[in-house]
């Protein structure tokens, strides 16, 4: 019998790379989606046609964090082997301004499901999404598992709070619990509010010569990137393990906003100074100046290491967004990946 895996947040960047990941070792995939007014399955219509798929392993349900009733017949009703816990509300800004509901969804929304897996006596393998967010004001460079977390937002203190209480569950009921604390990764599926993604999009609009401005806010803040497509095989590779575990994703190296600047618009030939003007709007509060992470225990315990540098990834991004401008204008409908 194959296994049966559910995903939330499986319309996301991380959700849709690894429902891929999962389908292609054969899994039955299960994803949680919020009713919406419009469809929100952009980053899945890819998958959809993929022929690995033709014999319908992706099913897709309404739910949401925010409903453990709703969640707890859902385990009922599909019985997975693994759970991973991808959905939050997860843009750092935004939290400032949805503080409580970035608390409810992303904090409470963690210990919903866990109960209802509790509840419902069944015993999948976890894995709750963690974030380099939580160490905030860092206590140590680089950042590791044994690093004393200082959030410096609303969303850094829930993600805090979800790792806590998924330990917690562990210790308390032997549930295979992991959390996987992800440093800043990207892809062409990002959303379109998040730096790097709004950096890459803005690229191929101003060598189209259909945007002339991009406002950001601190471009001196420091970030651990990696390659989203390769972070979600950490993932799985946690839920293999023997025993459950906390490891750090990371690539070891830390880059400035500014430095993103210089690989993306220098790769199309523009110069970012030209173009790019400060908007305080886009200044937090409670700023995180520098974040590099240490994940020597995922490479020794894992096996897993980055592959992708981070200038290739600024240009594998950039590339993507040239294309699908390029495929928008010509009428074309296309999913990056």
């Not at 970035?102 to 999948?124: C, F, H, Q, Y």
């Not at 200044?283 to 980055?306: C, F, Q, S």
């Amino acid at each position: 019998m194959a296994s049966r895996a559910l995903i939330t947040g499986i319309t996301g960047q991380d959700g849709s790379y690894l429902a891929e990941l999962l389908l292609s070792k054969g899994y039955e995939v299960h994803g949680i989606i919020r009713r919406a007014s419009t469809f929100n399955t952009g980053r899945l219509e890819s998958i959809y046609t993929d022929s690995h798929t033709s014999d319908g392993r992706l099913f897709l349900h309404y739910g949401d964090l925010s409903d453990g009733s709703g969640l707890a017949r859902l385990l009922g009703k599909i019985q997975p082997n693994e759970i991973y816990n991808l959905a939050a509300q997860s843009h750092v800004r935004v939290s400032f301004d949805a503080a409580e509901y970035t608390t409810d969804i992303t904090a409470t929304g963690a210990i919903r499901l866990l109960e209802a897996i509790r509840e419902t006596g069944l015993k999948p393998r976890f894995y709750q999404a963690s974030s380099s967010e939580m160490f905030g004001l860092v206590q140590q460079v680089p950042q590791n598992e044994k690093t004393p977390f200082y959030p410096r937002s609303p969303y850094g203190c829930a993600k805090v709070f979800a790792y806590w209480i998924t330990v917690n569950y562990r210790e308390s009921y032997g549930l295979h619990a992991s959390n996987g604390i992800l440093f800043n990764h990207e892809s062409p599926r990002r959303g379109e509010t998040f730096v790097t993604r709004k950096i890459t999009r803005a690229v191929a609009h101003i060598k189209a010569g259909l945007q002339d401005k991009l406002y950001l806010g601190n471009l001196d803040a420091k970030r651990d990137w990696g390659y989203a497509k390769e972070y979600v095989e950490a993932m799985w590779l946690m839920l293999q393990q023997n025993a459950p575990d906390d490891y750090v994703v990371a690539t070891g190296e830390t880059h400035s906003i500014r430095e993103f600047l210089d690989v993306a618009f220098g790769h199309v030939g523009l110069d970012w100074s030209k173009h790019v003007e400060i908007d305080p709007r886009y200044y937090r509060p409670a700023e995180v100046e520098l974040l590099i992470g240490d994940a020597t225990k995922a490479r020794l315990k894992l096996n897993w290491e980055p592959q992708t540098k981070f200038i290739d990834l600024a240009k594998l991004m950039v590339d993507a967004d040239v294309q699908l401008l390029a495929d928008h204008r010509a009428g074309k409908i296309r999913v990056t990946g």
